[in-house]
């Protein structure tokens, strides 16, 4: 499984838009790159998946440059609710069977009002 | 609708006891999975449940933890023997296939005195 490297931690301004990045130099052809959200005292959230390019979904968007060797997830006009860690992965696709998830230490998130 | 469920919220043992936690997975997902979380790291891959069967239980520390799914529903994760180390939150995840997008309970604090 390639390794990810992401900042320790992070601190934002209500209704600024974050940008979190993550290398995955060793990244296969066939990872996907996911992101989950994780609040105290409960478990991960999925929050969005890719390959390449770019991926939007309600909560965020995703950026993959062509080299496929880091991504960023882009959180936009972020909330105090949007306080959390963050975790990028990479393996196998949702849909290839995969199941055993890896997880690092994250990106801990702070929004200050 | 309802979420995974982990029963206790919070359980404080003593070392040597045994413990059992509880997860009562969404309705109809197949696949079950275990995880343990220590402060300040992600969380750990432990075992994984399709149906009844443990198809992967590689993640479990020792022969001190055991898990069970009788009935292809609720999981049961045993550990004989506490240790100070075993101190943790332990997650569990279903999903409704393999592979498919894991939701998480808010987990069991285990704290070992």
């Known amino acids: 499984l390639a390794k990810t490297t992401q900042p320790i931690s992070m601190d934002s301004y209500e209704g600024q838009e974050v940008n979190i990045t993550c290398s995955h130099n060793?990244?296969?052809?066939?990872?996907?790159i996911t992101w989950y959200q994780q609040f105290p005292s409960q478990g991960p959230r999925f929050i969005i998946q890719g390959y390449k390019t770019k991926v939007t979904n309600e909560v965020a968007s995703l950026f993959i440059p062509a080299d496929r060797k880091s991504s960023t997830l882009s959180l936009p006009r972020v909330s105090l609710s949007d306080t959390a860690v963050y975790y990028c992965l990479v393996g196998a696709p949702l849909e290839a069977g995969s199941y055993q998830l890896t997880f690092g230490k994250g990106t801990k998130l702070s929004v200050i009002p | 609708g309802a979420g995974v469920s982990q029963t206790p919220s919070n359980k404080v043992t003593e070392k040597g006891k045994y413990v059992e936690l509880r997860c009562d997975p969404i309705s109809g997902h197949t696949a079950l999975y275990w995880y343990r979380q220590s402060l300040g790291q992600g969380p750990e891959f432990l075992i994984y449940?399709?149906?009844?069967?443990?198809?992967?239980d590689s993640g479990l520390p020792n022969d001190r933890f055991f898990a069970v799914r009788p009935e292809g529903s609720v999981s049961t994760l045993k550990i004989q023997r506490t240790e100070r180390g075993d101190s943790a939150v332990y997650l569990c995840?279903?999903?409704?296939?393999?592979?498919?997008?894991?939701?998480f309970g808010p987990g069991t604090r285990l704290t070992v005195t």
């Open positions: 060793n990244i296969a052809t066939n990872d996907y």
């Open positions: 995840a279903s999903s409704l296939l393999t592979g498919r997008e894991q939701y």
């Open positions: 449940f399709q149906g009844t069967g443990a198809a992967d």
